[in-house]
């Protein structure tokens, strides 16, 4: 069993900067890719970035490459999401997810855990 806890959103001006970050409980987490996810009003969730289970890859959706970055610390069991030149678009409620398997995942399907997830919000 694995609980995650969001912390970090808020409001912020476009191009601005947020760290997001995901504590996590369990003796399971540092054998767990990590994910972050967003759903904006009226759209499905879609994925933004995850890290495999040492932090030693990472990927990212195109929309927030370059500006995001996804990082772990195994010993503080603790998932970051450093997003900087934030936009409009990027408002949303964000989400940690830790995967079922160690490489992490772009699918919803391959996560099993999920935060209550936080607020971003970019104004201009």
């Known amino acids: 069993q694995v609980q995650l806890v969001e912390s970090g959103g808020g409001l912020v001006q476009a191009g601005g900067s947020l760290r997001l970050a995901c504590a996590a409980s369990?003796?399971?987490?540092?054998?767990?890719?990590m994910g972050w996810f967003r759903q904006a009003p009226g759209k499905e969730r879609e994925f933004v970035a995850a890290?495999?289970?040492?932090?030693?890859?990472?990927f990212y959706a195109d929309s927030v490459k370059g500006r995001f970055t996804i990082s772990r610390d195994n010993a503080k069991n603790t998932v970051y999401l450093q997003m900087n030149s934030l936009k409009l678009e990027d408002t949303a409620v964000y989400y940690c997810?830790?995967?079922?398997?160690?490489?992490?995942?772009?699918?919803?399907?391959?996560?099993?855990?999920w935060g209550q997830g936080t607020q971003v919000t970019v104004s201009s």
């Open positions: 890290v495999n289970w040492s932090g030693g890859s990472t």
């Open positions: 369990g003796r399971t987490f540092s054998s767990k890719g």
């Open positions: 997810a830790a995967a079922k398997v160690p490489t992490g995942s772009y699918y919803n399907s391959a996560y099993d855990y």
